[in-house]
Every structure is written in C-alpha cells, then in structure tokens.
C-alpha cells in the first residue's frame, strides 16, 4: 500500500506542477527515413531527452528509497531503464510502425524481454525495476486525460456497449479459467485485462487483489502479443465484411486494447471509424477505477473459512487498507481536471501530461520485460492461461462485434453522426 500512496503523491505533485506553468519540453521521436533522424537525434533533442530523465529520476528517488532502494544503484538502473524506453519510442516513432498502429509499449516489453533472455538482468538493475509504482504513477497521471467530458462525448450508446461488453466478456473468461483450473488472483487479472482495456486494467486489477507481480508480468506479455495481429486483421476483416465504417470503429474500440492501436486501426479504415473506435475505448477505459473498487471489496470479503466452518468478514477499515490506492489519485485527477481546472489549461498542458504519461508507461513495460522470461510465458500453469486468455478474446472479438451491429447499426438505436 505504501508503493499505492508514493505513486498517488508523485503523479499528483507532476499534474500540479504543470497546471502550475511547468512545461519540460519533451523529445521527438517521430521520423520516416534516414533523411529524418538527424532532428530525434540533434543536440536539441538529446538534451531535452536527458533533461526529462534527469527529471523522473529526481521525482521517482525518494519513492524509491523509501521502498528501500538503494540511491547508486536505482540510480545507475533507472538511466538504463530510461534508455530501453527511449529506444523502444523511437523504434514506434518510425512512420510506418506509426501507421500499423504498433506502439511504443510492445517495444519497450520486447526489448526488456531481449536483456531478460538474451543478456541476463543483473542484480544492480533489479533495484531499478520498479513496474508498479512506475506505472502506477502513469496511471494517475492518465486521469488527467480522461474527463466528464469524455463521457459526454462517448454518450450513451458508448457507455451501453461497453458495459455489455465487460459484464459478459469478463464472467465468461472468469468461467473458463475455472474450467481451466487457474486460481482466482489469475483469473481475476486475466479477466480482468481481457473484457476492459488490457494491461492498464489488468494492473488496476493485480493491485486491487495485492496479487503477484509475475503473474501480473505474464498477462500483460500475452495481453501485446496477441494485440499485435488483431491492429492488422480487424481492419482487413471490417472491408471484407462490408461493414459501415460506424459498425466496424465500435468493434474496434471494443475490441483493442489501447486507444493509440484503435486510432491506427480506425484510420485504415476512415475517419468516422477513427472517430467512433475513440468514443467507444474511452467509454471502456472509464470503467478500469469502477472495476477496482468492486474487484478490491470482493477479494477483502473472500475470507478463508475457519476451523467451525464459517467466515469471517473483514471490517470496513480491512477493505481500505486492501483498496489500491492509485484508483484514488486516478479519480481524483479526472476530477480535478474535468471540474475545477480552467479548460483552456486543461488544453494547453495536454501534450505534457501525455508526454509524462507516456515517458512513465514505456519504463514500466521495460521493466515487465526485464523481470520476465519466456519460459514462464510458455511453461507457467502448463500453458493453460494462454489458453484461456485466447479462448476470451475470442469470445470478445464475437460478442463486441454483435453489440457493435445492434447498438450502432441502426437497428434499435439512431446511428451517431460524428
């Protein structure tokens, strides 16, 4: 819970501070040949890149020791960590990764992935692999973008579909890890990240439950990896199909797990898929603080029984010491943002917060690749929640593509016009 309330703080004194009038200029990464990598790597832009990493290091020290990190050596691993999640930016900065929707967080897991297995993670970058309070600090920080405005504009046909969606997708992946024979914490994050938004909502889960990190590791590795082809594939399947472009962007949000892949694959397609896909995923990502405050009271009341047979339930002070606290610094920073925050600042700092977002994000996915090897991937419950993961997406691809034809479709419901 400390590393909750560290993250809570940081992310929090990072939105305050820029609301404030601090605006680091970030790097680029973006680039098309050859011609354009002098500009990612200019004086300019290498300064700017040390700059925000000598930033983060600063914010994210005194978390750190106080989780007991020592100084020198979250230091020295913080810089490399910092460099994976550069280089995998600007791998997804190249125009044509950019334009198959692959982002910067399947690089930054490859790449981490690549020292685990390849290289060996020694023991001083270790002290810098800190996934959780990185990416928890990324997720408070995300509240920020995501406002009551957003949910206006997702409407109701949105918000429908997505909770059709999570209701259905989520008991069911829940019935067949159990018929898989998987534990409740795996199954819990495994469903979690299939029927929502993927690892941000598969973290959201792990912290609501206190479950372990490696599970959490494996979840989010097969969570990208399978995300991959379905950026490609879905696209291809809408044309074949010869569904209208609002039908085939509501699959899409409902489908991917990222707003940035449903933004690229939309645009494969047109702007109004684009556009609808958007509206849907942010209706999706509204649910992940709503999901943890439900998953957090569950797990606290599943007590084990005791010797006469009955079970104790935990007190109302036992489930606040088990809530992440992180949903709170997320919520709280959506309100703030969408309430009390002057619109035209809310506007003016969007490129900051979501460069800060994103700087957090790509080093906790560096560091899941680090802490990660394939042969956990391919051997850990014997294979049996890759199974079950593939079998719920499945589910998933199906069952949002029906929702998607009866909501938006014209069939019970006026079809949006955006």
């Keep these: 819970m400390q590393e909750d ?192 938004c993927g690892v941000s909502a598969a973290i959201a889960a792990c912290g609501a439950i206190q479950g372990d990190r490696r599970r959490l590791s494996y979840v989010a590795s097969i969570v990208l990896i399978v995300a991959v082809p379905m950026i490609v594939l879905q696209p291809w399947l809408i044309k074949t199909m010869g569904l209208s472009d609002v039908v085939g962007g509501a699959w899409l949000g409902g489908t991917l797990d990222t707003t940035g892949s449903v933004v690229a694959a939309g645009s494969l397609i047109s702007e109004t898929a684009m556009k609808i896909g958007t509206i849907v995923k942010f209706s999706q990502n509204l649910l992940i603080g709503f999901a943890a405050l439900l998953l957090s009271i569950w797990w606290s009341m599943k007590q084990p029984a005791g010797a006469d047979g009955k079970r104790e339930r935990p007190s109302a002070w036992v489930i606040w010491e088990r809530f992440p606290k992180f949903v709170l610094g997320f919520v709280g920073a959506s309100l703030v943002f969408s309430l009390l925050v002057d619109p035209a600042i809310v506007k003016a700092t969007k490129g900051t917060v979501t460069g800060l977002r994103t700087a957090w994000f790509a080093m906790a996915f560096a560091c899941i690749g680090l802490e990660t090897k394939f042969t956990d991937l391919l051997t850990m419950e014997n294979g049996r929640p890759l199974v079950a993961f593939l079998g719920a997406q499945t589910v998933n691809v199906v069952w949002t593509l029906v929702l998607a034809w009866l909501i938006f479709g014209g069939y019970f419901f006026a079809v949006p016009k955006v």
């Design 5 to 196: 309330w560290l993250a809570v703080w940081l992310g929090l004194a990072t939105l305050l501070v820029v609301v404030l009038g601090w605006r680091p200029m970030l790097p680029a990464f973006k680039w098309a040949d050859g011609s354009a990598l002098g500009g990612v790597f200019s004086y300019a832009n290498g300064h700017k890149s040390l700059l925000l990493c000598t930033i983060l290091l600063v914010m994210a020290l005194p978390g750190a020791l106080l989780l007991g990190a020592k100084a020198v050596r979250f230091a020295a691993g913080f810089l490399f960590v910092y460099a994976l999640s550069w280089a995998a930016q600007f791998i997804a900065g190249n125009a044509t990764m950019s334009y198959w929707g692959i982002e910067y967080v399947i690089f930054a897991l490859i790449l981490g992935l690549f020292v685990s297995n390849v290289i060996g993670t020694p023991a001083w970058l270790m002290e810098a692999v800190r996934t959780e309070y990185f990416i928890k600090t990324g997720l408070v920080i995300m509240g920020a973008t995501i406002l009551i405005q957003d949910i206006i504009e997702a409407g109701f046909l949105g918000m429908l579909q997505a909770v059709l969606v999570v209701m259905v997708v989520w008991y069911f992946s829940f019935w067949l890890c159990k018929k898989m024979k998987l534990d409740d914490e795996f199954t819990v994050m495994l469903s979690t990240a299939v029927s929502i």
